[in-house]
């Protein structure tokens, strides 16, 4: 320490004016680097983590039918669509008997679950999915419009679970099966994003217990 004209100075040693960044400046640089690394994190991991969430919320809606099936002692529909411009939904719909004895048709049907678009880059892979295993069942609900969007002919997968938890119509050493891949649908045709070997999420669905079972490579 020193007095300079009337003032107090504190003179840093050689020592300490090269000691390096204080415990503050550290601390900054952590929180700095954190913040970056939660905010680009789900760049990097791209489609391959859009890939799972979308199968999850799939399988865990799958799983949600079954439950309400049996909850509820009502058929309950897990329903896939597709619509004109290639985009690609899902819901879940209810089934009542009708209370004066007619015969039940489409309008029976009531949704459950409002229609969730996949996400950009994640499609329904309908090509490679067994289509014989998707059993087939009457009446199905009646779907021509998804928020606005026109359903493109075709496309409508059903799978309807009882309320004894099995799947209705299917045979019972066929399971169903979901699979979502990364890609797009353009003009009706499977556009894989890695032709070679394309990642996937299949959800197989056992037709006598109802219980979603997943497949990753």
């Not at 209810?94 to 004066?100: V, W």
């Not at 014989?132 to 998804?146: D, E, G, Q, R, Y």
Request: charged content about 10%; some cysteine.
């Amino acid at each position: 320490m020193a007095l300079y004209h009337g003032r107090i100075v504190w003179l840093r040693s050689k020592a300490n004016a090269t000691q390096g960044f204080s415990l503050i400046e550290l601390l900054v640089v952590i929180c700095i680097v954190t913040i970056m690394t939660v905010s680009f994190l789900p760049m990097f991991k791209g489609t391959n983590n859009r890939l799972a969430v979308e199968g999850n919320a799939i399988a865990d809606l799958a799983v949600l039918a079954q439950q309400n099936a049996f909850g509820k002692n009502s058929a309950t529909a897990l329903v896939l669509a597709q619509t004109t411009d290639g985009q690609q939904a899902f819901a879940l719909y209810q089934f009542a008997l009708p209370n004066d004895g007619t015969a039940p048709t489409s309008a029976n049907w009531t949704q459950l679950t409002p229609w969730k678009f996949l996400a950009t880059g994640i499609a329904f892979d309908f090509n490679s999915s067994n289509s014989a295993s998707w059993p087939t069942v009457s009446p199905l609900p009646s779907i021509a419009k998804i928020a606005g969007k026109s359903v493109q002919p075709g496309t409508i997968k059903t799978l309807v679970f009882l309320p004894n938890s099995q799947l209705a119509g299917a045979l019972s050493n066929t399971f169903p099966n979901i699979k979502l891949v990364e890609g797009t649908v353009n003009n009706g045709q499977m556009v894989y994003l890695n032709q070679g070997t394309p990642n996937y999420y299949n959800i197989l669905i056992n037709p006598s217990t109802g219980r979603a079972i997943v497949e990753r490579p």
